[in-house]
């Protein structure tokens, strides 16, 4: 089955929500380069029934987009668009052997569709990429803001965007941990919710941004970080039943 959705105006800025027509819209609302997700269509192998599947495919678009793999805009999910998505992430060296099974198969059922896009969800969100990522984050930051997040300078920050510099592990792996909590917060919020998000005082966070949390020489594995990525994800996860 396929489904066409329309929207009243392709300028609103909202970056995911499932209408009561059961379409989905997604929208980074930013005007640079970068891609913009704005969903206009669903079709094969993807149903406005299997709303599962339809996640599965945003969450793996959205942390695409948040890592810089994206250059594209994408407007419907299809089969096309899942090719795409396979090769992408090949050509960037993540989930190569899924994809490349995927990209072989001449019927797409959606239980291996599922399969696919779950392992390439655990794929990127291991796949630190730096260079891409940074450039992402520096699009969406104030660059001192992401100077203080990251626990580097401005200008340390530009020459590992630029390559010019190969960034230290540690600046690394915070990109990438941004990355995937900005992938999960664009799920709910545009370009500009993001970055409020990061300043606003949380309960959960015992009254404190979760800026704040992120400070100094922090790791993604530590209880602070985890913290806040917990909470960012909370925002997309299926609601329990």
Known sequence: MSAACSFASPLVTERWVTRSDGCVRA???????????????????????????????????????????????V???????????????????????DAARLMSERDLDPTTVRAFLQRLGDSLRESPMPELELASLLDLFPHDELGALLGASESSLRRYASGARRPPDDIAARAHYLSIVVGYLRG????????????????????????????GKWSPDSERAQRVHELARALTAPAAT
Do not use: H
């Open 75 to 97: 407007d419907r999910l299809d089969r096309s668009t899942l090719m795409d998505i396979a090769e992408t992430a090949a050509r960037a060296g993540i989930a190569q052997t």
């Open 188 to 215: 709910a919020y545009n370009d500009i919710g993001v970055r409020r998000w990061f300043r606003r005082p949380r309960t959960l966070l015992d009254g404190r941004t979760p800026a704040q949390l992120l400070r």
């Open 27 to 73: 929208s980074n609302g930013y005007t640079s380069d970068m891609a913009n997700i704005r969903i206009d269509a669903v079709s094969d192998p993807f149903t406005l029934e299997d709303a599962d599947l339809v996640s599965s495919a945003m969450d793996a678009l959205l942390f695409m987009e948040s890592m810089g793999l994206l250059s594209a805009d």
